[in-house]
Each structure stands twice: as structure tokens, then as C-alpha cells.
């Protein structure tokens, strides 16, 4: 399947909401479109799709961890953190960093709730930022002996003498091979859980003015394990390549969790195909794009695709920046036929970057511990290790009520206010048609092809029939603001 040849306005604006937030909310009033979205389209023109993705990917590498960097943060201070994450996503020239931050999160599951200290998820979230485009494979390395997860997955309980398999499971189901690999056989046994769990023991983690990881000698098993061989009843196909041994007093015994993890990324599916980055790259499309159709039973539908972006993510040392670049060069991930529901995140905070919300008072200090989490999603606190299950099940009756609750307040309100938006940056009061006023608001908002009853349904809101007066304040502000409400409610912007 090609990669795109082109990248048009629409296109481009597609990018944006997908690869990030949707634009920054500046605005051409003549032509009654997006400033950033235009000039990415144009760029596109100039230098071809790849360059203009190439710029859009053109940002330095980030170790911000926090509010002051940490200063002034006080461990249980989540709300805090919060903010300072949320308003990154709404500021940042460049979404795509954080959009790639939010998805690390969701995939390294850790939860504050059990972890306690802000102060440990606040490194988590910045070495999530480190390696937003970075190597996974370092990135799943250095995860293995942060702090949040040694608390969150037990790590700091795992030693010789009693070993503790949460990590060494999660390590494998979770975030690298998967349980099933596409051919739904076992990629890996019990018996390989609790080896691995051997060769992780050790690592302790504690507390005080700063945070402290270190190595126990005393507390690591230092014996041989056999990883990846054949189990009968359990992994009968397991390629007898995979098979490897961490020998006895492996050393320097502290890097012997770099070995493991290592040979997890090498290892082959029973498709002969590199299992890690088949997994990650398709918990990557789903992320960005769409669920993928692979697994046997299925007509397998995106599985070329799948193979060959894993491919591009292998063959580069398993690098997130060169998968995500294929990823976007690819026409299906421009597909109007494959949408999902955006997350609670991705709809507050586009809704707030595409039409220059404010917020302040009570809604901006609890935007994350309140707002976000009413409508299913408080960052920093994924309800287990599996993470939100998003898509579907973002939206229930009453995380709907929440979406339409914000969208009511962003929209009826003028920026002085808690929350508002500036309705006059968007309209031209010598337009005196209603869908003129409705297409300029679908393409700010999108742009969002409606069909023609819910076009009639938008024209009948505002007025039985033309003309209509934009320089009159009370239309505007009872009519016009209620026809960004209404589009902020609708299945198409709810979706990506």
C-alpha cells in the first residue's frame, strides 16, 4: 500500500488532531482557515509530505520533570502536576511530543494511587518526554529501574529469596511481546515469568529529600536461567532460536535486566516475524490511528500494513521517531473510514487549543483532578496495569454528560470567565448566511464533513431563515455560541 502523495488542508488538519491536539486556534479570518494547519499543507507543497512531517517531528529531545522542575512540588501534589502536564499539551508549538508522553503513559500503566509520590510519576512523565522519539528499546531499560514502576509493579520486593513475578509479567504481556503473538500461540510460559523475575530481583527504591534506586548484590539471585525454551502445553511452537541462558553470576550482575531485556527484543513469533515490534507498533496504530485488523480469525486486513511498519521499526533500532514518521507517511492513517473516539484528554485539550479557551479560578487548578477524571480519564492514575481501555469506552451516559457539561461552559462563556472562548476571533459579521457561519465553525472545528440532517439541524439552530445579523451581540452570544456547543457535541468531533 503506497505512502500519501500528498498532504492537502484537510489532510494536514487530520495530522494535527491525530499526531497531537489539532491546531493552535490562530485563524485567517479571509479565508476561514487555521493558520497552522495552512502552513503545514503549504510546507507539504513545497517539500513533499516527508518534509513537512520531518518538520512537524523537528523538536529537541525534553528532561522537563515537572513544575520548577521539581522544586516546589510537594509529594501527593497531583493536582499540581496535573496542570503543569495539561498545560503543556495546550501550549507546546509542537502536540506531538506530549500526544507521544500520553501514549508512553497509557502503555507503561503506572498509577498514583499506589506509587504516592508525585514526585516519582513527575520522573516517570519525564523520561517518557526524554524518549518521546527516542529508542523503546533503552526506554523499556531505563522503565525497568524507575522508581514509580519498582513501587507500582513490586519490583523493590523482588529478591532471591522471595521472588515477586508482577514486572517480569507485565514486562512481557504488557509492554513488549504480548501474551499471544498474531497466530494467537503463547510467546512466552510461566516458567519464563518466573526466571525473568530472578533476573530482575535486587533493585531497591527509597525515599527522602531525594529519590534513591540502587542495586542489592545480596538481594539478586545470581544463578543461571534458561528463558524462552519450549514448554509443552504452553509455548510447543516457541522457536528454539529464542531460547537463551543468563549464565550463573552474570556481570556485572546490575546490567543482567539490560541482557534480559535485550533478548525479549529479539525474539521471533511463530510467523518468524520480530514479535516486539509487531506488538508495539500495532498498540501504536491503535493509539494514533485505529484498531488494526491481524489476528488469525480475522480477514487480517491490516496486516501488510502492520508487518511493514514493524519493519521500519526494527530495522531502525526500534526507534518511536521512525515509526511514527512511517506511520504518517502511510495513507490508511488518513482513512475517514477508520475513526475513533478521542480520549478525554485529546477532547478537553483540542477543544481548548482550537478555539483559544482559557481557563482560571477553580476550573484551570482542577482541570486534571476533576474535569478530566469526571470524564473518565485522570492523568496520572490509569485504573490498572492494563490502562483505559479507550476508544468505545470512553463514552458511557454519564462521561458523555461530562463532555457535553465542558462544552457547554467553553462555549457559552467569554475567556474573563473560569472557562470561555472568544466567539468574535472566529466570526465575519459581513457574512449574513447561516451556512456560512456553520461551514466556517465546521472547518475551525475540523474540518467535519456533516451529512445533510445534521447540517439542516445546525442551520435550524441558528434561525428559520436568511439573513441573519452578526453584528448583533445577542445572536452572537445566544446563537452563535450555542452552534459551537452543538458542534463540540457531535459524534464527528468526538472522534478522530
Do not use: C
Not at 65 to 81: A, E, M, S, T, Y
Not at 109 to 115: C, I, L, N, Y
Not at 368 to 380: I, K, P, V
Request: negative net charge; charged residues 25%.
Amino acid at each position: 500500500m503506497p505512502d500519501i502523495v500528498t498532504l492537502d488542508y484537510d489532510m494536514a488538519a487530520h495530522l494535527l488532531l491525530r499526531a497531537g491536539f489539532g491546531h493552535n486556534g490562530r485563524y485567517d479570518r479571509d479565508t476561514g482557515e487555521a493558520t497552522e494547519v495552512r502552513d503545514l499543507a503549504d510546507l507539504a507543497s513545497a517539500l513533499g509530505p516527508a518534509g513537512a512531517i520531518d518538520d512537524l517531528m523537528d523538536f529537541n529531545v525534553s528532561r522537563a520533570k515537572g513544575p520548577g522542575n521539581l522544586k516546589g512540588l510537594v509529594d501527593g501534589d497531583f493536582p499540581k502536576l496535573e496542570r503543569w502536564w495539561i498545560n503543556r499539551m495546550l501550549k507546546k508549538k509542537k502536540g506531538l511530543r506530549e500526544k507521544m508522553v500520553l501514549f508512553l503513559h497509557t502503555h507503561f500503566a503506572t498509577s498514583g494511587d499506589k506509587v504516592g509520590y508525585s514526585r516519582h510519576m513527575a520522573v516517570q512523565n519525564a523520561l517518557f518526554r526524554e524518549f518521546a522519539v527516542g529508542d523503546f528499546r533503552e526506554l523499556v531499560k531505563r522503565i525497568t529501574v524507575d522508581a514509580a514502576m519498582l513501587i507500582w509493579l513490586d519490583v523493590k520486593l523482588n529478591e532471591a529469596a522471595a521472588p515477586n513475578e508482577n514486572y517480569a509479567r507485565e514486562l512481557q504481556e504488557l509492554f513488549t511481546l504480548g501474551v499471544y503473538d498474531f497466530a494467537g500461540e503463547r510467546n512466552y510460559a510461566q516458567k519464563d515469568v518466573v526466571r525473568a523475575a530472578r533476573a530482575l530481583s535486587g533493585w531497591t527504591e527509597e525515599t527522602s529529600n531525594k529519590i534513591i534506586v540502587e542495586f542489592d548484590i545480596d538481594r539478586h539471585d545470581t544463578g543461571s536461567k534458561v528463558i524462552y525454551a519450549p514448554v509443552l502445553g504452553e509455548t510447543p511452537n516457541q522457536d528454539p532460536a529464542n531460547e537463551f541462558t543468563i549464565p550463573a553470576n552474570y556481570s556485572p550482575p546490575e546490567e543482567e535486566y539490560q541482557f534480559l531485556v535485550d533478548k525479549i527484543f529479539d525474539h521471533v513469533d511463530t510467523e518468524g516475524r520480530p514479535t516486539a515490534a509487531r506488538f508495539i507498533t500495532r498498540r501504536m496504530w491503535k493509539f494514533f490511528a485505529y484498531e488494526p485488523e491481524v489476528d488469525v480469525g480475522t480477514p487480517r486486513a491490516d496486516l501488510t500494513l502492520i508487518d511493514e511498519l514493524a519493519d521500519v521499526f526494527k530495522n531502525s533500532g526500534y526507534n518511536l521517531g521512525a515509526l511514527l514518521r512511517a506511520m504518517f507517511l502511510r495513507t490508511e492513517f488518513y482513512a475517514d473510514t477508520t475513526r475513533t473516539i478521542k480520549s478525554p484528554a485529546e477532547y478537553l485539550v483540542g477543544s481548548l487549543r482550537m478555539l483559544r479557551g482559557k481557563l482560571s479560578g477553580e476550573q484551570k487548578n482542577d482541570v486534571g483532578s476533576d474535569t478530566l477524571a469526571r470524564m473518565g480519564q485522570e492523568l496520572f492514575f490509569p485504573p490498572d496495569v492494563f490502562s483505559w481501555r479507550g476508544n468505545e469506552a470512553w463514552i458511557t451516559t454519564q462521561t458523555f454528560l461530562e463532555r457535553y457539561e465542558f462544552a457547554r461552559n467553553l462555549a457559552a462563556t467569554n475567556k474573563g470567565s473560569e472557562i470561555g472562548h472568544d466567539v468574535y476571533d472566529y466570526i465575519d459579521v459581513d457574512e449574513n448566511t447561516r451556512q456560512q457561519v456553520v461551514n466556517r465553525f465546521l472547518k475551525l472545528l475540523g474540518p467535519l464533513s456533516v451529512n445533510p440532517a445534521t447540517n439542516t439541524t445546525l442551520l435550524s439552530w441558528l434561525g428559520p431563515a436568511d439573513p441573519i445579523d452578526l453584528t448583533d451581540d445577542e445572536f452572537v452570544d445566544v446563537k452563535v455560541r450555542g452552534l459551537v456547543n452543538l458542534i463540540l457535541t457531535l459524534p464527528h468531533y468526538n472522534t478522530h
